[in-house]
């Protein structure tokens, strides 16, 4: 999830100081794009091994003058012709927050420096497994360090310990660390998220999450000359090396994850003892503790008015209520939208083989980009990809920080089960939680259904980096796993766009709609100047992403039936896939939005997503009416707790805020008078 980098040089080249801090500079930046809310950098030679870390993006720490002093430490260490080692992480925050110090990478602990990138999905259930060691740490890389350490103590070298501390394990989680005691860096990965470069001299050798970020580094100024021909290595999952480095070179020493411990080696590396420097920030005083919050409360405000609701008429074919944006009713009850809508005629999966027989590459090269979420759908199409498809996938997300730490488990189970390398492009996550703030606040000042959306905007640049990455990675082709039934075109209804036809793609819009769409939101945005604020120019990135950039990709779900209960079997039985504690659905689980703006849409229209949802699976005839109405009905009840986190995590009142949804005026009164 997180971006991890590092150079080694046996200290023969004679690089010029300046150029190896530019370089670590130029990795921090390069890697940002991974994660913005911490990031950390090492360096390591003769007997001192300098550790700063702070909660701030790598841009922001390259330029204070805290780096500075570390890279002065840095060029000493050049310019002093011994071995050394510099590498540095980007962190997207998981487990542990970026405020306490010892959660930020990299990590120390028992006379080792780490870098991580992933998560340990079952770090808790390994602390229970090994009672001797005690927790000290949030952060789940405290259990790699210690398991590795576990191993040293019974007598395996630092590559086996690894290896075997990697059969314990699960997710997609890749690592570098450095002993005190060792002249040596273990590079070790699950999914293949690790690109390894050796210069021809084998002086120096230069790793990063990416390949990409790998050969622009090795391009940079007089370093490419060292690796000019020099070849970019995946690490392959599963697999890692040692890399000893002394006076005469580097020696890269390869091994795999074994549960039969044969990776034990002869090989004997020198033995150092250094002294681990960490440059702690000065102690900020604690903010006063806030009052306990009152949960009770905001279970009692989260009500809605089911005797209303469940009185409006409905659609005698689907459950559409007569709230619905455009919808009107027959002589026998059945609703424009049943009578308009075309059955989804499945391809076929021999189709799609036609399809991407010409675009595989084989010999485990990559060859295309599987977007995931972490959500139901795209985790199985990853699955599906990979597993049935025999194709080469790389993951990507795009996390906008409304993203769920369930989500990004179930992301790194399925990349780390099914060995596929992981991109991730992440916001500005504090930035975006700002803008959303911003908006939801300007939402609450003057309420309309149309401008919920808003609230999503930030989430639809996945489109633009998703064909920006394949591009980059010069892969055949983008498969989606977007599931057509998924259609929400109420949200449009709702600004008075009427898009109540059959689409070839789901996520588009018609040209004259776009314009109607443009010129309601303007309409808005001056009836309430609240909106018009530093979001804008992220909001018209969102709708620029999403409905004007081409989509030249494929859904696999346009090609295989989508069967909900062969998927969720399947992610459940295969890859311990996690649900939400607070309701029975598998969909949207993994959207920190969707359990608020659902609430909205519900407590003021009488219907959401789950109405729209049910509905299509009625019309296809994967549900009877009946359960349709009995499953949007468990699927439509508050999730008070997701509702409080959501609110939590973009630093608005939600007690307040329920109170000011629950003083709208609802659509379903005049129906029912």
Request: with cysteine.
């Amino acid at each position: 999830m997180c971006g991890i980098f590092g150079f080694v040089d046996s200290g023969n080249r004679g690089q010029n100081t300046r150029e190896w801090t530019a370089i670590l500079r130029k990795l921090c930046l390069l890697s940002e794009t991974r994660g913005k809310d911490a990031s950390g950098v090492v360096c390591a030679w003769d007997d001192t091994i300098y550790v700063l870390k702070r909660p701030v993006r790598a841009r922001d720490l390259t330029q204070s003058n805290e780096f500075e002093e570390f890279t002065s430490l840095m060029t000493t260490a050049v310019s002093s012709g011994q071995p050394f080692l510099a590498m540095g992480h980007t962190r997207m925050v998981t487990n542990g927050s970026a405020e306490t110090h010892e959660n930020n990478q990299p990590v120390i602990k028992n006379g080792m420096v780490c870098l991580h990138n992933g998560i340990v999905v079952n770090d808790a259930a390994l602390w229970k497994e090994f009672p001797e060691y005690r927790r000290s740490y949030e952060v789940d890389t405290e259990i790699i360090l210690t398991l590795i350490e576990h191993y040293r103590q019974h007598g395996q070298t630092l590559a086996s310990a690894i290896a075997t501390s990697f059969t314990h394990i699960k997710g997609a989680n890749s690592i570098a660390v450095l002993p005190s005691d060792l002249n040596a860096l273990g590079l070790a990965t699950s999914n293949g998220s690790l690109f390894l470069s050796i210069s021809l001299d084998s002086n120096v050798a230069v790793f990063a999450s990416e390949r990409f970020i790998l050969s622009k580094i090795l391009t940079y100024s007089t370093f490419s000359v060292a690796f000019e021909g020099a070849q970019i290595e995946q690490v392959k999952p599963g697999n890692g090396c040692l890399l000893e480095f002394s006076r005469e070179g580097l020696n890269v020493l390869p091994f795999r994850r074994s549960e039969n411990r044969n990776t034990e080696m002869s090989a004997h590396v020198a033995h150092v003892s250094r002294t681990i420097h960490d440059m702690r920030p000065m102690e900020k005083p604690q903010p006063p503790l806030l009052a306990a919050y009152d949960f009770a409360e905001l279970e009692r405000l989260c009500v809605i008015d089911y005797e209303a609701i469940n009185s409006l008429k409905r659609c005698s074919k689907c459950i559409l209520p007569a709230t619905f944006p455009f919808i009107s009713f027959d002589e026998d009850g059945v609703c424009n939208y049943c009578r308009n809508y075309r059955p989804w005629k499945c391809k076929g999966q021999e189709t799609l083989d036609q399809i991407l027989n010409p675009l595989r590459c084989g010999n485990n090269k990559p060859d295309c980009l599987v977007p995931i979420s972490g959500g139901r759908d795209s985790s199985y199409a990853l699955h599906f990809i990979k597993k049935e498809l025999n194709m080469n996938p790389v993951a990507y997300t795009y996390d906008w920080g409304m993203v769920t730490d369930l989500a990004r488990r179930n992301i790194s189970r399925m990349c780390g089960a099914l060995g596929v390398e992981h991109l991730l492009i992440s916001a500005d996550i504090a930035e975006k939680r700002a803008s959303i703030r911003k908006n939801v606040l300007a939402w609450l000042k003057k309420p309309h259904l149309g401008t919920v959306t808003l609230f999503m905007a930030g989430d639809k640049h996945f489109f633009y980096f998703a064909r920006m990455l394949q591009k980059q990675m010069g892969l055949n082709v983008t498969l989606f796993g977007m599931n057509p039934m998924e259609r929400t075109d109420f949200k449009v209804g709702f600004c008075g766009i009427d898009e109540n036809f059959q689409k070839d793609k789901h996520y588009s819009l018609a040209l004259t709609n776009k314009i109607k769409m443009m010129f309601f939101f303007c309409t808005k945005f001056l009836e309430n100047p609240s909106y018009i604020n530093a979001t804008l120019i992220d909001s018209f990135f969102g709708f620029f992403s999403y409905y004007l950039i081409p989509k030249d990709y494929l859904s696999i779900y346009d090609y295989i039936r989508w069967d909900e209960s062969l998927i969720t079997k399947t992610l459940l039985e295969k890859y311990d896939w996690e649900t939400a504690p607070d309701t029975k659905s598998t969909w949207r689980i993994g959207d920190g939005t969707a359990p608020f703006y659902n609430y909205i849409y519900y407590r003021l229209a009488g219907f959401s997503e789950n109405d729209t949802f049910q509905s299509n699976q009625i019309r296809e005839g994967i549900l009877t009416r009946e359960a349709g109405l009995k499953i949007a009905s468990e699927d439509n009840q508050p999730r008070v707790k997701a509702i409080k986190w959501y609110c939590d995590t973009i630093g608005i009142d939600s007690i307040n805020a329920i109170r000011r949804i629950n003083a709208c005026p609802t659509l379903y009164r005049k129906y029912i008078a």
